[in-house]
């Protein structure tokens, strides 16, 4: 099955400045990755996502980047700001666009990222 | 804009017993899916439904089961529950085949305590 990795586990950075987590994973059949944002005691909540016939996405001061040969995908935040602390986890799936459905997602272990005022 | 529904928010249990968690999904969602997380820990995935029947199996334990009805919420059943299945519950629900990706919502969850 598939095996996704995330790095760091921490990360502290200074407000105003760019945070970077990064993703491996196994499967070369998986296609969809989202990345997720979860503060304590809600549910995750869906930023940013990245189909493997694309390198790169970007939605205001959050992109993501995709390596499929490398099997590497990597979320990057600019200009963070003190409501951007939070656990985040990357994943990853198979999703069928023909019709079929979306296997589960294969979460990483997540980035408690700490935004320092 | 709706949301994912899940009920009830906190659950406590004694072992042995069974619980039944319910997911409302986002209007005109076709697919389920159920994640539970420990303490601490990514979530993990059990079971999806797409149309009503089952599309794909994680690590759900023999002793939980789940559907999806006809009004396309659905119901995790828990039985003989240990002190280990005590974690937070979520549900998740996306539209399959929209041509932005099978973006999936999560809900807010259901806090279960065996004790």
């Known amino acids: 099955g598939e095996n996704v990795e995330q790095h760091p586990s921490t990360l502290s950075v200074q407000e105003g400045d760019s945070a970077v987590i990064k993703c491996t994973y196994s499967d070369s059949a998986s296609n969809y990755f989202p990345w997720y944002k979860q503060e304590l005691g809600k549910g995750p909540q869906l930023i940013i996502d990245?189909?493997?016939?694309?390198g790169e996405k970007k939605d205001q001061r959050i992109a993501v980047t995709l390596n499929k040969t490398a099997k590497h995908f990597s979320l990057h935040i600019t200009e963070t700001q003190p409501e951007d602390s939070a656990v985040y986890f990357c994943a990853a799936s198979k999703v069928v666009y023909s019709g079929g459905g979306a296997d589960g997602l294969t979460f990483g272990k997540g980035t408690h990222l700490i935004i320092q005022p | 804009a709706a949301g994912v529904i899940q009920s009830p928010r906190h659950l406590i249990k004694e072992k042995r017993e069974t619980a039944t968690l319910k997911c409302y999904p986002i209007p005109r969602h076709d697919t389920v899916y159920w994640y539970q997380q420990g303490p601490g820990q990514d979530p993990q995935f059990l079971i999806s439904f797409y149309e009503k029947m089952q599309s794909d199996k994680g690590s759900i334990p023999d002793r939980f089961s789940a559907q999806q009805f006809s009004d396309y919420h659905s119901e995790l059943n828990m039985s003989s529950l240990e002190l280990g299945d005590s974690a937070l519950y979520f549900c998740?629900?996306?539209?399959?085949?929209?041509?932005?990706?099978?973006?999936?919502?999560f809900g807010q969850g259901t806090r279960l305590t065996v004790v």
């Open positions: 998740a629900s996306s539209l399959e085949g929209a041509p932005w990706g099978p973006e999936a919502f």
């Open positions: 990245i189909r493997s016939n694309v």
